[in-house]
Each structure stands twice: as structure tokens, then as C-alpha cells.
């Protein structure tokens, strides 16, 4: 119904709604939303409950722009609304010049004690400050400030500098600035107070966290706004006002979860560090200016976190100990392929070198990648036989990763040579002969959860260049989509194989291809429930055309269990792509199901669920969500 909204409230939250559901897709939405909310802003910078329906121009042309309509307003619609315009300005909403009229606003309006009340005051009345509508002026404070330090950044091309060269620290710029200052000393004192109610603490959370506080005056805000939450948490698992529970509960959910509602705030605000490695879990937290350097500084269970985008170079860098590397927030880093050197200490030649011929390799311990990129883009092309990632041992577990590559190299982009356990979430693979290729040895468990495979074959099981133990390969498949031409592959008569696919869309030419015949489902198995399938041959062997599976009901019979719950269709997504076409710029949200694909709706959750694949704003919505925990215990 966001055609009908015209409530401040409705119109902001709607955008951070559609915003983290599928920014891409909802674009025209948001943009229309942010124009009522532009409309509303009254000649005071501030909004009250509602807005006009008519969108004011979105674009910033002066010639376009009313006139604003005289009135106060108030601080709580106020925030909301400038909650909702920062996050229509991902979606290219100019909003500077009402962010100008926001500074404005909180300037002049500044109590004596430093906070700010909830009606914009008049000549002949003025309020007493509150507490949360002291912590919604510092956040408009904060986002106006942000909104203008990012054009500032635009039009010079790198970060500001005092007169001795050295870069500015604008998130102390900005907590020095006097009314700011003066706001937070106030905010210290409420916080100290302790108050209970639930949009306060809300406020307070999210200010906290935008600006990376721990403490508010001397108090730490979160330790003392848990415990006072947990208290008053009713049997239910409720909080309730006079209102009801809804808002309530909402607002502490919020708060205990510290949602970063602006991580690209965030990173403004601290600026991009000249050193991007960071050590988070030492002593100091120390930076290094490449990967290597922290990866040979870290122990065992430390994190090294990337505060850069890049293009950050990465020379086949092997991975020995337990290690997790993600992306700082607000940062979607893009590491590519880069010759280092070999053992002996001289350039490698990946013609002759076969250790130079991955981006990265896992041999032991547990590899955790979370938020990164990863481009394959190699000198040679076809005349070495590469891979992206490749696992030798261990455990390799990727979340909000991209894998691509873009030359038609024909790699493996995982390459599975031992045994070994693979978890990947909210992954998007592109390019490559096949997504995982799995030398069959040993014991083998791949996880795949709500991820987009778009490759020659999805996941690939071929024999081992040396003889090892007789391979148990177990694929367990869940909200994942392939767009491939052979989804699975076998080409080892031997080897145990066990598959489980649940609500997963497969668009394949052959859904399994057995590099013998016959095939025989004897030490195989596929168990099924909830999928999408679109088909065009179920089952061929190496010899043969195509056995004699002809539809999902003999694909079911075939296996010895029919899939009751699945279902056959034609499949279409939002972007076309034909195989071979495999570039580095794509989005999981690609890879939604078509406007005009009539599914019916016990299978509309089946395949990935796109907003939440891949690196960048795909991996902020997911460290944002109560997901995150769950990710963290599965990763242990």
C-alpha cells in the first residue's frame, strides 16, 4: 500500500523497509517515498505527521524545488524522517539541501542544558528538553553532517587534510563542534539517569552505534540499557506500554541487537585508515598495510578486519590456523589475484609453479571469509590450470562472499582435493568450469545455504589426482539457486554420495551428469523437498543420450523417493544471462525470480533469497540481523 502513504512515520520506515529487502528492485519506490518525505519538510527543517502526496523532486534541481510551507513540527518525526532520506540517498535521492535546513533546525534550537525538546520552539513558547529527543538532535546532527561531508569527499577525491597534511579525524571534528559537544555532555547525564522506555533506549542505541561510543558521559549505555531491558521483559517475551507490545518490543529488539542502521555513517565519520589490516582480537588492535603481514602477525582465532575497498591485491596466500577475515563495516573490499612469491623467495611463475596458481589456499585450520570479493583475473588464461579458492584440508567457510571470474578460464572456483568440510552462506559464485569441484577423498561435507551457483556445472565430482581413502561426499543443499548447465556432476564410480536439496531452483540443461554408465543410484542418494525445477534433461551418462527419466515424478521414482512437495516450471530471472557470460559486476538480487514467473506460493521461498546474497550492503543487512548470531554458532 506505499501508493496510499502519506504519514512521516510510514513514509520513513517504509524506506528502511524496502531498502534492506532489495534496495535495487524497490529503487522507484523509495525514490517516489523520499519525494513525499522531501515535500514535508517544513521552513523550519523539521517534520510533523504527515506529508503531501505530490513528490517533491528528487534529482536536486533548483528550478523544480517549492516552497516550503511555515510550521515547527516536532523532533520525533523529524528523526525518523532523516532516517528515512539518509537511506533513499543509497538509492541516489539528493537530499543536501534538506539536511542544511536540519542543521539549522538543532543549531538554533538548542536548549541552555544542552538538550533538545520535542516541539520545535516558538517566540512565545519553549520547551523543556527530553531525553530521547536529545539523542534524535544528535542523530540529525550526525546524518547532516555525514550527508555533507560525503559531497565534500566527492568533489575532492580523497580525504581532508589540515595544513600539516594530516588527515582530519572528522568524527572528532564532529563531536567538537560546540552545540554537538555541549548535546552529547546532556545525552551523558540522561544516560545516567537510567531510564527504561523503550524508543529512548532505541535512540540511544542507535546513536551509540553510528558513532562507534561505548560510553556516554561515564556510563556504558548498552551494559545499562540491557539490564534494564532484560528486567522489564514481560513472560511472553514482550514489553509492553499503554500502547501494547508491538513498537515496544520492536524498539528492544533493536537496541539489544546494536543494528548499525548507518554503517556507511560510520565510515565516514572515521575516514578510510591509511592502514587497512586490522587485528581486532590483540592487544592494541594493530593495522598493517597488506593482507600478509596480518595474516603472518595473527594467532590462532584472531580476526583481521579489512577497512578498505580496494582493489587489494592478493598473492596465492596460504592459510595454516584457525582465522576469520571480514569486511569492515561499511566497506565491501575486493581482493584480486596477484603473482607474489614462491617458497624459495623469487616471483612465481605460475607456468611452472603449481603453489602460484590460486588465489588463496586452506591446508589446515579453519578459514572463515566473511563480506569480501574476490576476483579471479589471471595472467594466461587457459594455458594453466587454475583455481580460485583452493581447500587442501581444514574447513573453509565463506558468508556474503562473490567469487568470480570474468576470462573464461574454466577453473574450478572452489577446488575440494582433500578431505575437508565447506560451509557457504549468502554466497554468489560466477564463472569457471564448475562452482565446487570435489576431488573425491575421504570424508567431504559441503553445506550450502542461500546462495546462486551460475556456472558451467554447480557443483562437480571427479577423481582424485592420487589415490586416498574412498571418498563419503555429503552436499547438503538449501535455498540455493543454480543457473548451470549440468547442476550436478559425477564422475567417480566409487565414491559414497549423498545429496539433500531443500526449497532450491534449479535452471539446468542436465540435472545430474555421470561421468559412467550405467548409473545406478547404489551408494548414492538424493532426497528432496520444496524445490523448483527447470530441466531440460534429468538424468545423463557418460555413453548414453539420456536414461530413461523423463520428468520429476521419474526423477523421484528413480531415487526410490518421489518428491511430493516439488514442483516443475519454467524459470526466469530478472537479469538474462547467458552461460559464458561470466563478468565481475553482478548482484545476488540478479537472480530473484522474474516479475512475470507465476509461482505458486508454496514454492515463492524456494531459491536464494537474493538481498541477502553476496558481499557489500548484502552483508551489512545480514551482520544487522539476529541471523548473525545463529551464523557465529553454526561457524564455531
Known amino acids: 500500500n506505499t501508493q496510499d502513504l502519506t504519514q512521516t512515520y510510514d513514509l520513513a520506515l517504509a524506506i528502511v523497509l524496502l531498502s534492506n529487502i532489495d534496495a535495487r528492485a524497490n529503487r522507484r519506490t523509495i525514490r517516489i517515498l523520499a519525494g513525499r518525505l522531501l515535500a514535508g519538510q517544513l521552513s523550519s527543517g523539521g517534520w510533523s505527521y504527515s506529508c503531501p502526496k505530490e513528490a517533491a523532486p528528487v534529482s536536486g534541481s533548483r528550478r523544480r524545488r517549492r516552497s516550503l510551507k511555515p510550521g515547527g513540527g516536532d523532533n520525533s518525526n523529524t528523526q525518523f524522517a532523516v532516517l528515512g532520506l539518509w537511506t533513499a540517498a543509497r538509492s541516489g535521492v539528493v537530499i543536501d539541501d534538506a539536511m542544511a535546513l536540519v542543521v539549522k533546525r538543532f ?3 538548542q536548549n541552555e542544558d544542552g538538550g533538545w525538546p520535542y516541539r520545535h520552539p516558538t517566540e512565545q513558547k519553549a520547551e523543556p528538553s527530553r531525553d530521547a529527543m536529545t539523542f534524535a538532535g544528535l542523530f540529525c546532527l550526525t546524518v547532516a553532517r555525514a550527508t555533507q561531508l560525503k559531497k565534500e569527499l566527492q568533489q575532492q577525491q580523497g580525504p581532508r587534510t589540515d595544513e600539516g597534511g594530516q588527515r582530519i579525524d572528522e568524527g572528532k571534528t564532529l563531536m567538537s563542534f560546540p552545540v554537538f559537544a555541549k548535546g552529547l555532555e546532556r545525552a551523558g547525564k540522561y544516560v545516567k539517569g537510567g531510564s527504561a522506555a523503550r524508543y529512548y533506549l532505541w535512540s540511544v542505541e542507535r546513536l551509540g552505534v553510528i558513532l562507534g561510543l561505548d560510553h556516554f558521559g561515564d556510563v556504558n549505555w548498552f551494559d545499562k540499557g540491557a539490564d534494564l531491558l532484560l528486567k522489564a521483559q514481560g513472560k511472553d517475551g514482550a514489553w509492553k506500554d499503554a500502547r501494547g507490545t508491538l513498537a515496544e518490543t520492536a524498539f528492544a529488539i533493536l537496541f539489544l541487537r546494536k543494528a548499525n542502521l548507518g554503517s556507511d555513517i560510520t565510515r565516514l565519520l572515521s575516514g578510510d585508515p591509511e592502514k587497512p589490516f586490522q587485528i581486532t582480537t590483540q592487544k592494541g588492535k594493530p593495522r598493517f598495510d597488506e593482507l600478509l603481514q596480518a595474516i603472518k602477525a595473527s594467532k590462532p582465532n584472531d580476526v583481521i578486519r579489512v577497512d578498505s575497498d580496494g582493489p587489494l591485491k592478493m598473492p596465492h596466500v596460504e592459510f595454516t590456523h584457525n582465522l576469520k577475515i571480514q569486511a569492515g563495516f561499511g566497506y565491501t573490499p575486493v581482493f584480486q589475484y596477484d603473482r607474489g612469491v614462491n617458497r624459495l623467495g623469487l616471483p612465481g611463475s605460475p607456468m611452472m609453479d603449481p603453489e602460484t596458481r590460486y588465489l588463496l589456499r586452506v591446508s589446515s585450520g579453519t ?34 562472499c562473490t567469487l568470480t571470474e570474468g576470462g573464461g578460464y574454466g577453473m574450478p572456483m572452489i577446488d575440494i582435493r582433500a578431505p575437508s ?25 559441503i553445506e550450502l545455504d542461500n546462495s546462486v551457483l551460475f556456472t558451467e556445472t554447480g557443483i562437480d565430482i571427479v577423481p582424485p589426482e592420487k589415490k586416498g581413502p574412498e571418498a563419503e561426499i555429503s552436499l547438503n543443499l538449501s535455498h540455493s539457486t543454480f543457473q548451470t548447465v549440468k547442476a550436478l556432476s559425477i564422475g567417480v ?11 532450491c531452483a534449479y535452471k539446468t540443461g542436465t540435472m545430474l551428469f555421470a561421468g559412467f554408465s550405467p548409473f545406478e543410484p547404489v551408494g548414492r542418494s538424493f532426497t528432496g523437498s520444496g524445490n523448483l525445477y527447470d ?11 539420456a536414461m530413461d527419466v523423463p520428468d520429476l515424478d521419474a526423477w523421484g521414482r528413480f531415487w526410490g523417493e518421489k518428491e511430493e512437495d516439488s514442483f516443475s516450471m519454467a524459470i526466469g530471472f530478472r537479469i538474462r544471462r547467458m552461460h559464458g557470460s561470466y ?9 530473484n525470480f522474474s516479475e512475470d514467473m507465476n509461482v505458486p506460493s508454496q514454492y515463492a521461498d524456494a531459491g536464494a533469497h537474493g538481498s541477502l546474497v553476496g558481499a557489500g550492503q548484502s552483508y551489512s543487512n545480514f551482520r544487522d540481523s539476529f541471523h548473525y548470531t545463529e551464523w557465529l554458532a553454526a561457524a564455531k
Not at 497 to 503: L, Q
Open 493 to 503: 564410480r566409487s565414491a559414497k554420495v549423498e545429496v539433500r536439496s531443500e526449497k
Open 107 to 109: 543549531v538554533s534550537s
Open 583 to 591: 563478468v565481475h559486476r553482478v548482484f545476488g538480487e540478479d537472480w
Open 535 to 545: 530441466v531440460s534433461r534429468w538424468i545423463r551418462a557418460k555413453g548414453t543420450l
Open 367 to 400: 578459514l572463515t571469509l566473511e563480506g569480501l570479493k574476490l576476483e579471479m583475473e589471471p595472467p594466461y588464461g587457459r594455458k594453466v590450470p587454475w583455481s580460485a579458492v583452493r581447500v587442501d584440508g581444514g574447513r573453509l567457510q565463506m558468508l556474503n
Open 421 to 445: 568440510r565447506v560451509l557457504l552462506r549468502n554466497c554468489l559464485i560466477v564463472g569457471g568450469r564448475a562452482a565446487i569441484e570435489v576431488q573425491a577423498k575421504g570424508k567431504q561435507e
